[in-house]
């Protein structure tokens, strides 16, 4: 393929992109396909011999789509959403078009400049204290990970490091083997598992501690597990909190939490994986109350903000802890202007070497839509949560399990797990609209996420009045069993 039929295959490939999600809700939100179905479709290695653009492109709809599950279907209320806008998409063909690997400065000025600046930007925008900006010459900063998996994992990676040489410095007789071997991490029992998997990558010990009826963990519990570890010999050294659960979208207690992790040497890191976006609203940005007292912060712009994945936004307040903790520097990285600020240094500030320019694409969104426009998209979704919210409690074989604060309703039938799982079945067989539930304590909960940048009004009441005609369906047929036995 040459420069001139790129261009004809370019605005081909924009028209489709553009007609698929122009029409999107027309497709079935879920796959019909069982696993194993795309091996049979195409060859058993490839081809020696080139094949056309137009051999590939006729294969997308035949091959590709069928086994997709359409994340920006009106119809998707599943998981949390994922990002995606026009500016986004258009700013990820130039990041590929330039494919640099933006490690430090001088594999790419631009990239490493413009990433620093977007994080400034995007940290003003939710309010975070000065500590956390890099400016001309503050001390902390951002930075742009893969996933919120990855800031957490790296910010755990920091504080054990960190720990590790502050306790060796208080007790040179200890072993670095000896004091890993002691070390706890913490984070609620709601927290997502990716902070469990830190902790095993990280070969640490990490305990829940458990969250009240709200779901939230409150400084009382947070004290009570700590006394006893120290008591047992332990060394505390990190605790996750966690600001819109995935299960519930539930808040740990901030203001309670941070002090006693500033009190006891602990670094506290928080994860707002889904509900940070809501922060640049004046109206949430009190659930962030407290990250005053956080070293690290993260928030993922690709699930709220739409930036299409992956661009997860990680803030630290003191720099150095991170890059004390991985950095290496052999000859063939080195160049005349590294002593220009840490800042620009970004391959200290997470697990590869290499990354994309991930930053262009915050760059467009937040130039295009600007603050006020990702404000209103942030609130239609709230209302439209609330709006749901509103068509379950109205019908009485219903419950709401969880407040509902921004874009998330966790609600079930009345009655039985069982019923409850036959219920998110026959939803999810119908395959008019996409669901995942969860577990609060014992009870099996339905998540009903508004998820989609087109999401409307009445795909919400579509959404509710197909889940109740199911209802109706269910709760019938379970009578009926219940009376023949």
């Known amino acids: 393929m040459d420069a001139a039929e790129f261009r004809k295959r370019g605005k081909e490939m924009v028209d489709y992109v553009a007609d698929y999600l122009e029409k999107i809700e027309k497709r079935q939100v879920f796959p019909d396909v069982e696993p194993g179905y795309l091996r049979p479709l195409i060859a058993d290695c490839a081809p020696q011999d080139p094949e056309s653009f137009e051999d590939v492109f006729k294969d997308i709809e035949k091959i590709i789509m069928p086994g997709v599950t359409h994340w920006h279907s009106p119809y998707f209320f599943a998981y949390f959403p994922a990002a995606s806008s026009f500016p986004a998409l258009l700013a990820d063909m130039l990041c590929g078009g330039i494919g640099c690997v933006g490690f430090s400065w001088a594999s790419s000025p631009a990239c490493t400049e413009l990433e620093t600046v977007m994080l400034d930007w995007l940290g003003k925008m939710v309010n975070l204290p000065e500590e956390f900006l890099a400016g001309k010459d503050g001390q902390g900063g951002g930075v742009i990970q893969g996933s919120a998996s990855e800031a957490t994992l790296i910010a755990l990676l920091a504080a054990r490091t960190k720990t590790i040489r502050r306790v060796q410095s208080e007790q040179p007789e200890l072993t670095e083997a000896e004091i890993m071997g002691r070390l ?4 609620s029992d709601q927290a997502h598992s990716s902070v469990e998997r830190a902790a095993l990558i990280g070969a640490v010990k990490i305990k829940n501690v458990p969250s009240d009826d ?7 519990a947070l004290k009570k597990v700590l006394d006893e570890d120290k008591a047992a010999g332990l060394i505390p050294f990190f605790f996750c909190a966690t600001l819109g659960t995935t299960p519930c979208c539930s808040f740990d207690k901030l203001l309670e939490l941070g002090p006693i992790c500033n009190k006891e040497n ?11 976006s809501a922060f640049i609203c004046p109206e949430f ?9 956080a ?15 992956d661009c997860s936004a990680m803030w630290v307040k003191k720099r150095s802890d991170l ?10 990285l080195q ?35 600007g603050v006020k426009g990702l404000q209103e998209h942030i609130r239609k979704h709230v209302r439209l949560s609330h709006q749901f919210e509103r068509f379950v409690l109205q019908d009485e074989r219903f419950e709401i399990c969880a407040e509902v604060v921004l874009g998330l309703v966790c609600f079930r039938l009345k009655g039985s797990n069982e019923l409850n799982e036959a219920l998110l079945q026959s939803i ?14 014992e009870k099996f909960v339905l998540r009903f996420a508004v998820c989609s940048r087109t999401v409307e009004s009445t795909h919400v009441k579509f959404a509710w009045q197909h889940i109740s005609q199911l209802a109706t369906d269910l709760l019938k047929r379970w009578e009926q069993n219940h009376h023949q036995q």
């Open 214 to 220: 709200t779901f939230s963990v409150c400084g009382s």
């Open 323 to 332: 890059i004390g903790a991985f950095k290496l520097e052999p000859l063939y």
């Open 335 to 369: 160049h005349h202007h590294q002593e220009s600020g840490s800042s620009l240094w970004l391959q200290h500030w997470q697990i590869p070497l290499g990354r994309r320019f991930r930053s262009l694409k915050l760059w467009f969104v937040l130039r295009m839509y």
């Open 285 to 293: 940005r009190h659930l962030l109350n407290g990250v005053e007292f």
């Open 266 to 276: 602990i670094w506290m890191h928080i994860d707002a994986a889904y509900a940070g």
């Open 428 to 441: 999810n067989d119908a395959k008019k609209i996409h669901l995942v539930p969860c577990h609060l304590r």
């Open 295 to 309: 070293d690290s912060f993260n928030f993922n712009p690709h699930k709220w903000l739409l930036v299409n994945f």
């Open 184 to 187: 706890v991490a913490y984070a």
